[in-house]
């Protein structure tokens, strides 16, 4: 998502809400309020876990991360030899999904044989500065998919695959589609053609004329599928990968699906927290301050969805658009807002969320060779644009876990569980909290977002706790982009890493006391 501004950026899941009549409440309660002991240092809270309520399944392949296609133009990248991006896949998750996309995707092409030469490169027209688009084509060679295909076996992931809808053809499309499925095999999730196709007509992009809108989508839309499909009978597909334009999911779902029926399996979309990095309203405040509108939203596209016989998942996004905001979205607290956004979706019944991230060059050339996150960075930081990416780092140089990654581990410690209703209490407090049921374990998600007040909260299991333990995400301040550590320890860059403080709390029946200061999380596991 790289050509809106800052307002539309954040309207994809606020516009949402007209997609159904009626939206029913979140499988969870948000305890914020404008009001209370504002000067206190503590606040006392409660929280409640209702495991008679309606719950839904936290898929396993819930956690994802968002690669822009390009990165495929060098072939060493996504590959069985880059054992570090291998590992720190694995421990983020044993079984996520890798999606290839992003607005380098418009501009890349598939050299399938020697016959096959590079599409006419559309000039950039405008102003500079309002050109957000690559100005430049990538080539994607056959032995960049035979390494990504080793990629996916080795990390055990699978893989969202996108497709050139801007400047390509179906024969193009599907000709490169043959190809990646007979390579990634069972890996491949499905097919997307095209991003963020409801900003092709603007001016900032042009993809399109000015009058192409969303019937003129789908008619071109459809002709890359069913090529596709001549090429690939088993193929599946998802869409429309919109970047704020929500109106599009529910006419996507119905227009796509009558016509490919059960090819068709996800509706996907964006959704950027803030940005862009340069505007002065960005900040860490606006960030973690809590929207329980999001969730909300959210419930209304999964259920808009699901009468169609489909899944949502939101494909690309972060902290904060065009790169990331220096300070915030490389800091500890795009850990706490990852980890509370991804449960969030979760709750209301979202399938996936892939974080965007990747290599420096190719995220700054994906915008035009822009970089606006630099232009705010302090005097002492070290120019490294790409500031949102959970795994920083090149090929040559090699790879880490940024801190937004502590809280996408956070959060991927519920994936396979069943999600059930809670009620949390703090008077005034910007704190959320989240249940995952796993048997006779539950584990509860808790994210103390406020600046000022630690939180002592009661929590209320609803049988006999026979056994707790509390894993901390913790780190010396929001802005701090190092000595971020989950239940006491950092991630290796070979993906290493292990519990070293784990706290074991004296339990009473079914009550449990837990102190979670400021700007902090907590995982609890509760044996019931």
Known sequence: MQTQSFISRRRFLSDSAAIVVTSVGCCRCFAQT??????????????????????????ANYSGLSYELAQLADPRFFAGTNKELIALFRRLSPQGVLRLGGNSSEFCWFKADDSVSAPDLRPASGPESENWMPKQLFMITPQAVD???????????????????????????????????????????????????????NANNKTRPANWGFADYLQEWTQYAEAISGRVPEAKFGGPDVGSSSNWIPQFAKGAAEKLGSRLITVTGHYYAEGPPDDPKVTTAQLLRTNPAIARRTKSIVEAAAKDHLVYRMTEGNSCYRGGKPGMSDAFASALWAGDYMLSLASAGCAGVNLHG???????????NHMPGDLVAKESTVKKGGYYT??????????????????????????????????LKGQGLNATAYAGQAEDELRIAIFNKDDARDLRLSLKAPTDIKRAKVWRLSAPALDSTSGVTLAGSEVSSDGSWSPTKVETPRTAGTDLDVELPKNSAALVFLNL
Not at 36 to 58: I, Q
Not at 154 to 163: D, N
Not at 358 to 368: F, T
């Open 34 to 59: 404008a009001q209370g002991a504002a000067d206190d240092a503590v606040v006392a809270g409660e929280l409640v876990v209702d495991l008679d309520s309606d719950s839904h399944l936290m898929p």
């Open 147 to 201: 390494h990504l295909a080793d990629f996916l076996n080795a990390s055990g992931w699978q893989l969202i695959y996108g497709l050139n809808f801007g400047h390509s053809s179906p024969e193009r499309a599907a000709r490169e589609a043959e190809y990646v499925a007979q390579k990634a095999g069972e890996h491949l999730l499905y097919f997307q053609i095209g991003n963020e196709p409801d900003f092709y007509r």
């Open 358 to 368: 990747g290599s420096r060059n190719i995220l700054s050339a994906s915008l035009g």
């Open 390 to 423: 959970p795994i920083a780092g090149e090929v040559a140089e090699g790879f880490s876990a940024r801190p937004i990654f502590y809280g996408m581990l956070l959060a991927g410690e519920l994936a396979g569980t069943r999600l059930q209703e809670v009620s």
